[in-house]
């Protein structure tokens, strides 16, 4: 069966620094790839999602993650960090043999300090 | 406005008492999904559809129902709420499956007494 493990569930970086979140898969076939962000009291929005057209995939508000498949990682980054990033973001996995079901990692809550 | 909307967005109830959390989508969306969110268990699938009249379980399935009889609605049930259903639930739905990007409602927060 499919997981998702996210490394860290709480990350604090200051404004202006790197952001990484860190999200591995276990899967015999790499799956598709998703972040997912909530901002608080909101529903989910997607970032972004990789389906193997390219292993670094761009998405929205500056984030881009990087599929790396010997690591069966999908870790999430952005350069600088600005305070409207402060939220929680969510892993997720599709299996490519069926469209059905999606698994989400437990999530990472950023914290951006001033 | 394209969008996924829930109701209630709040529900206090008690224990035994049926209820019933709508979902719809003005997206003409073949798949929709149920996900509660619990902390540290990020969200868990509950029951999904792939189209109408199509339903089946996710991961947590126990004590829910649902039902696909339009298109656009999804609505969760919970015939004899318990007290471990107390949580956040989210409706999402997507061109598809599941492999494509799931638009999400607003939640609702349910609590069971």
């Known amino acids: 069966a499919q997981s998702v493990t996210q490394l860290g569930s709480h990350v604090s970086v200051s404004e202006g620094a790197l952001v990484l979140l860190r999200c591995n898969y276990s899967?015999?076939?790499?799956?598709?790839l998703f972040w997912y962000v909530q901002y608080p009291n909101q529903g989910l929005q997607l970032l972004l999602k990789y389906t193997s057209a390219a292993t670094l995939v761009k998405g929205i508000n500056g984030f881009e993650a990087e599929f790396k498949k010997s690591e069966t990682s999908f870790h999430l980054t952005k350069p600088s960090a600005h305070m409207s990033d402060a939220a929680e973001y969510f892993c997720?996995?599709?299996?490519?043999?069926?469209?059905?079901?999606?698994?989400f990692g437990p999530g990472t809550s950023l914290s951006v300090i001033p | 406005e394209a969008q996924v909307t829930q109701n209630p967005r709040y529900l206090i109830t008690v224990t035994g008492k049926k209820l019933t959390v709508t979902c719809s989508q003005n997206?003409?969306?073949?798949?929709m999904s149920w996900y509660r969110q619990d902390p540290g268990l990020g969200l868990r699938q509950i029951y999904y559809s792939m189209n109408v009249e199509v339903t089946d379980k996710g991961d947590v399935p126990e004590g829910y129902k649902v039902s696909r009889k339009e298109k656009r609605n999804f609505p969760l049930i919970l015939e004899s709420p318990s007290p471990n259903q107390t949580s956040l639930y989210f409706c999402?739905?997507?061109?598809?499956?599941?492999?494509?990007?799931?638009?999400f409602g607003p939640g609702t927060r349910l609590t069971v007494l």
């Open positions: 899967s015999s076939v790499p799956p598709y």
């Open positions: 997206m003409n969306h073949e798949y």
């Open positions: 997720a996995v599709s299996d490519r043999t069926s469209y059905d079901k999606v698994i």
């Open positions: 999402a739905s997507s061109f598809w499956g599941a492999h494509n990007e799931q638009f």
